[in-house]
T-cell receptor, first 113, second 115 residues
Framework: NAGVTQTPKFQVLKTGQSMTLQCAQD?????MSWYRQDPGMGLRLIHY???????DQGEVPNGYNVSRSTTEDFPLRLLSAAPSQTSVYFC????????????FGSGTRLTVV | AQKVTQAQTEISVVEKEDVTLDCVYE???????LFWYKQPPSGELVFLIR??????QNEISGRYSWNFQKSTSSFNFTITASQVVDSAVYFC????????????FGSGTKLNVKP
């Protein structure tokens, strides 16, 4: 059971480039989310999804797009990378509903130069 | 507005000392959930505990214990007889009944346990 798998683990981008961070889970979880972690700020929610075909914005959605075509996959797209998007990105999934915690992936460390 | 405050940025203790990590939250909901996660140096986030707003009983799991007090909006985490392996960043988080998907995280407390 792989849990939540994120790829790549590390990435360096130039300003203006676009890329997709991949996230896949094999637990048949309905709920999936993307967070970014910055020093001294904890984790902040970027986008989330409550099921295939349904997504919504979180706290810091600007500059990012998501889609959820299958239950298993929830990719995060950076449209035009900026240095302010340098961060560690975590994907998470959950059964959803009251009080279930999230299972997190191992993270993607992104540097935009 | 929802907010989680972890005022302790970094704590250093010597092995076998007890240590308490503070968490204070703000919410307008009467139904909500509180969580603690551990992030060891390897970087992954490990779920530790979940508590709902209607259950104020303290919980103990081995050397870990949690004290939930609605009167002070606090959900503190105590490690008894700390060990070097407890060195990590610990995050407190809140989710509300109106949208369980949205987690609000505190900024984290880095715990250094020295041998």
């Amino acid at each position: 059971n792989a849990g939540v798998t994120q790829t790549p683990k590390f990435q360096v981008l130039k300003t203006g480039q676009s890329m997709t961070l991949q996230c896949a889970q094999d637990m048949n979880h309905e709920y999936m989310s993307w967070y970014r972690q910055d020093p001294g700020m904890g984790l902040r929610l970027i986008h989330y999804s409550v099921g295939a075909g349904i997504t919504d914005q979180g706290e810091v959605p600007n500059g990012y797009n998501v889609s959820r075509s299958t239950t298993e996959d929830f990719p995060l797209r950076l449209l035009s990378a900026a240095p302010s998007q340098t961060s560690v990105y975590f994907c998470a999934s959950s059964y959803g509903g009251e009080g279930y915690g999230y299972t997190f992936g191992s993270g993607t460390r992104l540097t935009v130069v | 507005a929802q907010k989680v405050t972890q005022a302790q940025t970094e704590i250093s203790v010597v092995e076998k000392e007890d240590v308490t990590l503070d968490c204070v939250y703000e919410t307008r909901d009467t139904t909500y959930y509180l969580f603690w996660y551990k992030q060891p140096p390897s970087g992954e986030l490990v779920f530790l505990i979940r508590r709902n707003s209607f259950d104020e009983q303290n919980e103990i799991s081995g050397r870990y214990s949690w004290n939930f007090q609605k009167s002070t909006s606090s959900f503190n985490f105590t490690i008894t007889a700390s060990q070097v392996v407890d060195s990590a960043v610990y995050f407190c988080a809140l989710s509300e009944a109106n949208n369980f998907n949205k987690f609000y995280f505190g900024s984290g407390t880095k715990l250094n346990v020295k041998p």
